[in-house]
């Protein structure tokens, strides 16, 4: 499995070899215990449990350039979770749904940011929000390395055609709004190309008024051709976000959907999975986004994969663009 990680890796930066190029590949590994946000991005692939190797950007992208697979799923994870515990099982496990639809249609990239793995949920959650934003600069220059790989390597005669998607869930769509953000500050200020062809945000832990046309996050609808927000009023975990920020009057996206359609691009949609998160991840109902609780490709999985598969969102009704989600 391929993924790009900006947390601190135990070898350290990347080495130059005396004639300037890159010293990959190399056996790396995570120092789990520095949670410190890298602002230089690494390039990798999983070769097995705790087995990582770096291979760097070009050797990555063109790997994925080269791979069978039709199309292609970054997924940025959310807060508290390590990468042998939790991201890379749960990556597998989407890779293992996508393989169920289609074997070999979509392949999965996990992005890791640094969470932390202190004890206490608040103080967890306070010290990766500050890891969040302050990865974005980290994922912006990611971006901004595969803009120019796409420029320098697509042609007319061999053009790269796999679309792109991106999954944020919880505090990666924090990480995800920063890091375009700051593409935009530093390396696009023309504003973001349409990069992906989908970007779905389950239970988004940023808040509910991101995605307006004035706000930080409208950068993710311009570098979408559809966004997904799937919320649940009743996801626990946006409850502990509201306390953390010390603000319980705080909306977030993840609880409410978009505050309001009309403030948001035409390509938002906003879909309520509050009759079923819970039985899909009792007792938060925050991680309702993969398999349902016998291991099946789950209801917000199946509406995903229909937006991959096709381009569209599917609506019960042609044309409205916020609605119910159910079993």
């Not at 449990?49 to 069978?68: A, M, P, W």
């Not at 502990?240 to 403030?263: D, I, L, Q």
Request: with cysteine; aromatic share 12%.
């Amino acid at each position: 499995m391929l993924f790009v990680t900006n947390r601190v890796l135990k070898e350290g930066p990347t080495p130059y070899n005396p004639n300037g190029s890159l010293g990959v590949p190399r056996r790396v590994n995570f120092d789990l215990k520095n949670n410190q946000a890298e602002q230089s991005v690494y390039f990798c692939r999983r070769d097995g449990t705790d087995n990582y190797t770096e291979i760097g950007s070009q050797t990555f992208f063109n790997e994925l350039r080269n791979s069978g697979c039709k199309q292609l799923l970054f997924f940025l994870h959310g807060y508290s979770s390590l990468p042998e515990p939790a991201i890379f099982p749960r990556a597998s496990e989407l890779q293992r749904l996508f393989d169920r639809k289609s074997s070999g249609y979509v392949q999965v990239i996990p992005l890791i940011w640094p969470c932390d793995d202190d004890f206490g949920a608040v103080k967890d959650y306070f010290d990766d929000q500050v890891a969040a934003d302050a990865s974005a600069f980290a994922f912006a220059r990611m971006f901004q390395k595969f803009l120019s790989w796409r420029d320098e390597h697509s042609t007319l005669e061999d053009p790269c055609v796999k679309p792109l998607n991106m999954l944020a869930h919880s505090m990666g769509n924090r990480v995800l709004r920063g890091a375009l953000l700051r593409s935009v500050e530093y390396y696009q200020p023309a504003g973001v190309p349409l990069v992906f062809r989908n970007t779905f945000m389950p239970a988004a832990d940023i808040e509910n008024t991101s995605l307006d046309i004035d706000r930080e996050g409208r950068f993710i609808t311009d570098a979408s051709r559809n966004v997904v927000v799937y919320y649940a009023a009743d996801d626990l975990a946006m409850r502990a976000s509201k306390v953390a920020n010390g603000n319980p009057t705080s909306r977030r996206m993840g609880h409410t959907g978009p505050a309001r359609m009309e403030n948001v691009a035409v390509n938002v949609f906003s879909i309520d999975c509050g009759d079923f998160n819970n039985d899909y991840d009792p007792p938060t109902g925050h991680g309702y986004f993969a398999s349902d609780p016998n291991g099946n490709p789950g209801i917000v999985f199946n509406h995903m994969w229909e937006c991959i598969r096709t381009g569209r969102v599917p609506t019960r009704t042609q044309g409205v663009r916020r609605f119910i989600l159910t079993p």
